[in-house]
């Protein structure tokens, strides 16, 4: 009998010890801790060379960031961002450092996005990730101020058309530029009517002369882009061009990235449900359940981290235990990771501050 008890404790303990080889452990480090920054940049990086259309995006806030770890295995980052539409064309070669972030009364577009990522030997590299974008709200744009309108609005196309063939008339380039994508356009009402706003990319053509027709796009690969800011009428307009010197140069090689050839006027590319948008929606590029560690619902993790006096808080769970409820499931495990629930004086570790506004 004590034989089989022997047998018996024995097994237990080699169970328990295996057990405790494949758990995962859970880190919550602070969300401004350069653990945070360092992953949240990279995915920062990695969004804007996978978003094809409309600008760059420059990180607001870490959320919340969740560290998993497991034996023989590549950690993988879960992180909550937040983030800001710049004033940069996706295609302008402007460093995302030196990018200013639209204002709010300009109305501001906020992506609210989730990242997985895998960090291995190699580094840190985005696993999937999902966002959603959404422009400021009504209330914090002042009365009076310029309104976006959609991107396929009749007035708006006839501003960006009139204006492009001013700008191709004065202009001292040796090709003939046509229209690439259309940022944004904004109506305003003045004194006269209304008044019209549109940003927008250009792209040069095979013609040589203003007055020649049929013009043809050059390969978006070796092309010269061009961004132009108009204002006015179709009969009465200004408009400033820039004229990027070399855009390949902007694409990370390190990152494959689909080819954007985004015509908002006709064509194959053509879409008139994307196209009565009045911002651009950042680019699908994952299926976010593929990995497992990303819900594809639109809505914001109900995650809650347990509040602790450490800044960084490990535990230890069962492996089988849904990624969702591992830390919802937190409290079942006090027997291994004693919690001091008395009042205390914590210091907020998540979210981060915020970059701008």
């Given amino acids: 009998m004590k034989l089989w008890a022997t047998f018996a404790v024995l097994g237990l303990l080699v169970m328990g010890t ?35 259309h409309g600008y760059k995006y420059a990180l607001n806030r870490i959320e919340k960031i969740k560290i998993i770890s497991s034996p023989g295995q590549a950690d993988k980052y879960l992180l909550e ?23 709010k009364h300009q109305t501001a577009v906020e992506a609210d996005c989730d990242f997985a990522l895998s960090n291995t030997t190699q580094g840190l590299s985005v696993v999937a990730f999902k966002c959603k974008t959404e422009t400021e709200s ?6 009076g101020c310029a309104q976006l309108i959609p991107l396929n609005d009749t007035d708006g196309l006839q501003l960006i058309e009139s204006s492009l063939d001013e700008f191709n008339k004065n202009h001292t380039l040796n090709n003939k530029f046509a229209l690439f994508e259309i940022g944004r356009m904004a109506s305003q009402v003045v004194s006269g009517g209304n008044k019209y706003f549109a940003e927008y990319a250009i792209i040069d053509t095979n013609c040589t002369s203003y007055d020649d027709d049929s013009c043809i796009p050059q390969n978006h690969t070796v092309a010269i882009h061009g961004f132009c800011l108009a204002e006015g009428s179709a009969d009465l307009n200004q408009v400033d061009c820039k004229i990027f010197p070399d855009t390949t140069q902007a694409v990370n090689t390190m990152v494959r990235v689909r080819q954007p050839l985004h015509a908002h006027t006709s064509g194959s590319h053509h879409n008139p449900a994307v196209h009565g948008l009045r911002h651009h929606k950042l680019t699908v590029f994952h299926d976010p359940t593929v ?57 907020p570790v998540c979210p981060g501050k915020k970059k701008h506004f």
């Fill in 18 to 52: 295996w057990a405790q080889g494949v758990m995962p452990t859970i880190d919550f480090p602070p969300c401004d801790s350069p653990e945070a920054e360092a992953a949240a940049l990279v995915a920062e990086d990695y969004l804007n060379a996978q978003h094809t």
């Fill in 138 to 143: 009504a209330e914090d744009i002042c009365l």
């Fill in 291 to 347: 990995s497992g560690l990303i819900s594809a619902e639109s809505s914001e993790s109900v995650e809650a981290v347990v509040p602790v006096a450490a800044p960084v808080v490990k535990r230890e769970v069962p492996a089988d235990v849904p990624t969702e409820e591992l830390v919802t499931n937190a409290p079942a495990l006090a027997e291994k990771t004693p919690l001091d629930l008395k009042p205390v004086a914590l210091v």
């Fill in 81 to 103: 961002l937040d983030f800001l539409e710049t004033t940069c064309h996706i295609l302008d070669p402007t460093p995302l450092s030196q990018c200013p972030v639209r204002q």
